[in-house]
């Protein structure tokens, strides 16, 4: 038994997915199918000694024709002369919406450093074209030379805020404007009475504004530390094939040209062309929101696809559920699927949050309540 990975976009825009399992299953030599809707692909697994791939892709395109054909709406050629109905064309509008349901899913260009998309072209082809070694991996000195010219392997993240400018965050509140303003008529009252003695009311409610926010400064910056320790706690790594030999190297040091050694329980470093999979399932949850693990496969696409549609590439982010495979690296850092979400993520306005916008409600009522 052998078992692929086939494209049904065109049959699930007009079948269900129990209707194209059955459709494909009807094929002799086809034992199970399984649709995952959400990637538009069916997994078929099929007696190799009756018929290969091309057959079943073949039974497919046919019977996505027919479905079509099937469904073309037919109101004007059944007002029309039987001999003229031939010469009369079908609306384009009509054709586009039954032959290609799936024109919004426009595919993204992946990139990889000077490849278009390295998932049309063949492995042997992105190998030379990123000068890697496929049976050797690169040398050591390669690699060190690459990370140095391309950077660290890592997503963009924000600066971070000097200590002075987090301290004064602590005094941005809405109840902090508040008590700042009762300090402010507590020393006019005290002027008022002839500032005799100290002002105590006013000194003990600046007291405890102070401490606020030195308290938050403290536990902000704790929490930042522990953050931090966490992280270089679960550095992810990576086996890479380097001078001939499998070493395990920090993801953060991963290079273009990098031969990814891919096993259970990995997590992928960077976005990589495979070269080989055997029965392996990726989890691209992360990425595109697909829950089930998506079965990888070497075979060069025919064409551009969606992300998830995208069989022989593995993403930075994502992790292996099952099976093997070794991929080219093709992108690092920002120049990743990842790295690209991240950079939208960088131009999105942050906003407070619900919370935020409840308590500066409270606030302000409570500042009007006192004035008056």
């Known amino acids: 038994m052998k078992t692929s990975v086939i494209a049904v976009r065109d049959m699930l825009s007009v079948l269900s997915v129990q209707g194209v399992e059955k459709r494909i299953g009807q094929v002799p ?46 109101q004007v050629n059944q007002q029309m002369p039987a001999n003229q109905r031939a010469a009369e064309p079908v609306p384009q509008a009509e054709v586009a919406s039954v032959s290609k349901p799936d024109t919004i899913l426009r595919p993204v ?39 140095a010219q391309d950077g660290s392997n890592e997503l963009r993240s924000a600066p971070r805020r000097p200590a002075w400018r987090r301290f004064l965050s602590h005094f941005h509140d809405p109840l902090v404007y508040l008590l700042l303003a009762a300090v402010a008529v507590a020393l006019v009252a005290w002027v008022i009475e002839g500032g005799n003695g100290w002002p105590v009311d006013a000194i003990v409610i600046a007291i405890v504004v102070l401490l606020n926010a030195v308290l938050g400064y403290v536990q902000e910056a704790k929490a930042q530390d522990a953050v931090a320790a966490l992280a270089r706690m679960t550095a992810v790594t990576s086996a890479v094939l380097r001078d001939g030999q499998v070493l395990r190297v920090p993801s953060a040091e991963l290079v273009r040209g990098d031969l990814l050694v891919l096993g259970e329980g990995d997590a992928v470093g960077a976005d990589a062309r495979l070269v080989q999979a055997t029965s392996l399932r990726v989890q691209e949850a992360s990425l595109t929101g697909e829950s089930e693990a998506v079965l990888k496969d070497a075979t060069t696409l025919p064409e551009p696809a969606p992300l998830g549609d995208r069989l022989d590439m593995v993403f930075k982010g994502t992790a292996v559920a099952q099976g093997t495979g070794r991929a080219v690296v093709t992108a690092t850092g920002m120049d990743t699927e990842m790295g690209s979400i991240a950079e939208m993520l960088e131009a999105t306005a942050e906003e407070p949050t619900p919370l935020e916008k409840e308590i500066g409600r409270i606030g302000r009522m409570l500042g009007i309540a006192v004035v008056i």
């Open 29 to 74: 030599g086809v034992k199970s199918v399984t649709v995952n809707f959400a990637a538009g692909n069916a997994t078929v697994r099929y007696d190799e000694t009756r018929l290969d791939v091309a057959d079943i892709k073949s039974a497919v395109r046919q019977s996505g024709d027919a479905l079509a054909d099937e469904s073309r709406p037919r």
């Open 109 to 147: 260009v992946a990139k990889a450093g000077g490849l278009d998309d390295p998932s049309v072209k063949d492995a042997g082809e992105v190998a030379r074209a990123l000068g890697a070694d496929l049976e050797n991996g690169l040398t050591s000195q390669e690699a060190s030379r690459r990370l």
